[in-house]
C-alpha cells in the first residue's frame, strides 16, 4: 500500500506544475493541441496593426509556478509573453543544468550586485541582468515544452481570440518588452511604436533579419525631432 500511495504521489507532482521536464505520457498539461508557437503558418502573422499591455494577463502568467515574472503584449492577432524564471518548477528549460545558468547570482552572499566588479548598483531600466537576477534562457525554443502550453492554455482562456501565442525568456527580449509596458504604465499610446514593435517580435520569434532598435533610442530621436508624438 505505501509503495502505490509513493507512486501515485509522485504521478501527481509530475502531472503538476512543479515539474515541466518529466514529458511523461498522459501528462495533463499537454492534452489537447499545441496551443503556442507558430501555428497559422501565415506569413505576416507578425505584421500586427496595434499592440496593447494585458495587465490581467501579465499577473495570470506571473502566477504560474517556474515563472518569476511575466510581461504580456496583446495585438489584433496574437500574444507575446515575456517571461523570467525562478525555477521552482522542474524541467523549465529543456537541457542544461546549474552550469548553462545565465545569470551569476552568487554577490547576493557577499552584498553586492555585480560579483566581477563588487558593484552594489541595478539598472533600474532592466527586468533582468546577469547579475543576482530571475532567470533567463537565451533561445526560446530551449523552453519547456511543457511550460509554454501552461502559459499559453492560460492566455487563451482569458484571450481566446489571440491567433497565435508566442512565449520567450531571452534577457533582451524581457528588457525591451518592458519597455513597451512602462508606456503603457505611463498612459502613452504605444501606437507609435507598433512598427518597431513588430520588427522586434519578428526578430526574436520569425528569424527575421531586421535588427530591433531599442525604443529608449527611438524615444530619444523622437523627441529630438520637431515632429510631436500623437
Request: glycine share 8%.
Amino acid at each position: 500500500m505505501a509503495s502505490i500511495s509513493g507512486c501515485n504521489y509522485e504521478r501527481r507532482v509530475k502531472d503538476s506544475t512543479f515539474d515541466y521536464g518529466t514529458r511523461q505520457k498522459n501528462d495533463p498539461k499537454m492534452h489537447g493541441a499545441r496551443m503556442y508557437g507558430t501555428i497559422t503558418g501565415h506569413p505576416g502573422q507578425h505584421d500586427n496593426a496595434w499592440l496593447e499591455y494585458s495587465s490581467l494577463l501579465s499577473t495570470e502568467v506571473s502566477n504560474i509556478n517556474g515563472v518569476a515574472a511575466g510581461l504580456v503584449m496583446i495585438t489584433d492577432k496574437n500574444a507575446y509573453a515575456a517571461i523570467s524564471l525562478d525555477w521552482t518548477g522542474v524541467g523549465t528549460k529543456k537541457s542544461g543544468g546549474r552550469s548553462s545558468r545565465e545569470q551569476d547570482n552568487s554577490g547576493s552572499t557577499k552584498g553586492v550586485y555585480n560579483i566581477n566588479n563588487g558593484s552594489p548598483h541595478w539598472n533600474n531600466e532592466r527586468m533582468v541582468g546577469p547579475y543576482n537576477s530571475n532567470f533567463t534562457v537565451n533561445d526560446h525554443n530551449q523552453i519547456s515544452e511543457e511550460l509554454k502550453q501552461t502559459i499559453a492554455v492560460q492566455i487563451r482562456k482569458l484571450a481566446p481570440a489571440v491567433q497565435e501565442v508566442h512565449i520567450s525568456a531571452n534577457q533582451t527580449f524581457v528588457n525591451e518588452i518592458l519597455q513597451y509596458a512602462k508606456e503603457a504604465w505611463s498612459n502613452h499610446s504605444l501606437t507609435p511604436w507598433t512598427e518597431s514593435f513588430n520588427v522586434l517580435v519578428k526578430h526574436q520569434f520569425a528569424g527575421g533579419d531586421e535588427l530591433p532598435v531599442p525604443l529608449n533610442i527611438l524615444k530619444q530621436k523622437q523627441h529630438a525631432s520637431p515632429a510631436k508624438r500623437d
